[in-house]
């Protein structure tokens, strides 16, 4: 593997999951590995799990670790090529790329969308501007449109969970206060796409995901029909993707109870709000999956830098 900006990068993926699933009950095997090599991760946005699973990954593989909020801590950085800085920001990419590149051997980003203008967001400017001027490869830990580390993740626990060759999954909407991404549902869609599973998609008229991902997948406009005989229910917010940015809804009949779900396991990637988007009575039972999914966020990333250190090595 050469970079993980979206889940393209995957060669295989059946066997990107059996190598994480290995690492996880052997993860310190590979030491040697990343030893007197560094991962620069790069925050422009707030994270708990991202930020310390990829760094107890590296750590697991015996890399060093330099963390970065960008936001708080270094030179607002201008991402147009040819302007007159002459505004706020103080350092292009150009440079602060060629620079982190000397420090560190795999750069990490995150990097959330405006949501309000649609076209910047899919022109994916940030991370393709690391990739563009970095001389490193680049690991994608959110970006405006994707998190396949999240969605690696996922396919990881439907995985080690299902009890059937084919699951029914059911990715649902559920009620936010505040206007989300889109890249959780765009890359747990794609992923989905890419196993073997029984996949449909459900929430309100005018929170239609981007075509170009949901493809061939069954979207299902009544919840309560599209949760029938449902194996896996993952929930999530986002805003609207036509009124771009826009909250359409926040109707509370779309949160996960357990009467909704009757046996389903749960899964969300989390942080996620108590009994707006899902109910204490399914966190808090043994249906939930979100603590085990969270730990998958190591082995994930584990596999995901074992990769591309090994790629690195030939
Ligand atoms: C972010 C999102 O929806 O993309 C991060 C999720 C991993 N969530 C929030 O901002 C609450
Ligand atoms: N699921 C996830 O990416 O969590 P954080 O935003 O806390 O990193």
């Known amino acids: 593997m050469q970079q993980y900006i979206d889940l393209e990068d995957i060669d295989n993926v059946d066997s990107l999951i059996e190598?994480?699933?290995?690492?996880?009950?052997?993860?310190?095997a590979h030491k040697e590995l990343g030893k007197n090599k560094t991962i620069g991760m790069l925050f422009f946005n707030s994270s708990l799990r991202t930020r310390?699973?990829?760094q107890k990954a590296a750590q697991n593989l015996g890399m060093e670790v330099m963390i970065m909020n960008l936001?708080?801590?270094s030179w607002g950085l201008e991402f147009e090529d040819g302007t007159v800085m002459d505004a706020c920001t103080a350092e292009h990419i150009k440079e602060a790329a060629a620079v982190i590149s000397q420090y560190v051997d795999i750069i990490a980003?995150?990097?959330?969308?405006t949501l309000s203008d649609k076209a910047k967001d899919e022109e994916e400017q940030i991370i393709k501007s690391f990739q563009k001027y970095a001389s490193v490869p680049v690991v994608n830990m959110e970006s405006a449109t994707a998190h396949p580390l999240q969605a690696l993740t996922d396919a990881i626990t439907i995985k080690e969970h299902q009890t059937k060759e084919r699951p029914k999954v059911v990715l649902t909407w559920a009620p936010h206060p505040r206007a989300l991404p889109h890249a959780v549902p765009n890359s747990f869609a794609k992923m989905m796409q890419m196993i073997d599973v029984d996949f449909v998609i459900t929430h309100p008229e005018g929170y239609e995901l981007n075509p170009k991902i949901t493809g061939d997948t069954p979207i299902v406009y009544n919840q309560d029909e599209a949760l029938k005989n449902a194996d896996f229910v993952y929930a999530k917010n986002w805003s609207s993707y036509n009124d771009y940015g826009q909250i359409k809804s926040t109707d509370k009949n779309w949160m996960i109870t357990l009467e909704k779900i009757k046996q389903a396991k749960f899964m969300h990637c989390l942080p996620v709000r108590?009994?707006?988007i899902v109910a204490d009575e399914v966190l808090d039972s043994n249906q939930s999956l979100v603590i085990q999914q969270a730990n998958n966020r190591t082995y994930a990333a584990q596999a995901v830098l074992k990769?591309?250190?090994e790629q690195r090595g030939k």
Not at 19 to 28: C, D
Not at 109 to 113: D, T
């Open 307 to 309: 990769e591309i250190l």
């Open 52 to 54: 310390l699973s990829t």
């Open 274 to 276: 108590r009994n707006m």
């Open 109 to 113: 980003l995150r990097a959330f969308p």
């Open 71 to 73: 936001n708080s801590d």
């Open 19 to 28: 190598k994480a699933i290995v690492l996880k009950n052997n993860p310190f």
